[in-house]
């Protein structure tokens, strides 16, 4: 039996996205994502947008904490803006999570309200 259903990880997510400033050119979790690893364990993370491009997405704060204790396999995630609509991952992101370790290809993703799809759907080719 999973620890966290779908909407419970999406509810975990949503939370996460609280939109607040650390300056007034820097926008932070305007998107919060909830992973969860092979081994069962939560990650949470925001996305950070600076105006001169530089910063990252929800997903990358969240796989940032999880290699910090030395996990490398995604189970499952999802990423969402705080009013609550789930957002697929960028390019970046599914590239990123497929070089983290090649066996995310199997993460499950969630992109809807009761739709997920394995990694290897949404990054049928990576790049080489």
Not at 96 to 112: A, H, P, Q, S, V
Request: include cysteine; aromatic fraction near 6%; proline fraction near 3%.
């Amino acid at each position: 039996m999973e620890k966290f259903s779908d909407e419970q990880l999406i509810q975990k997510a949503k939370e996460a996205a609280k939109l607040h400033k650390s300056s007034e050119d820097v926008r932070i979790g305007e998107v919060g994502c909830a992973l969860i690893s092979e081994k069962g364990n939560l990650y949470l993370g925001v996305s950070i947008h600076a105006c001169c491009g530089i910063g990252f997405c929800a997903e990358h704060s969240a796989i940032a904490s999880m290699v910090l204790n030395q996990e490398y396999k995604i189970k499952k995630i999802v990423a969402v803006c705080g009013d609550g609509t789930i957002l697929p991952p960028c390019g970046r992101c599914r590239e990123f999570m497929y070089r983290i370790n090649k066996e995310n290809l199997k993460t499950e993703i969630i992109i809807g309200k009761n739709k997920a799809v394995k990694l290897k759907e949404l990054l049928p080719h990576p790049w080489n």
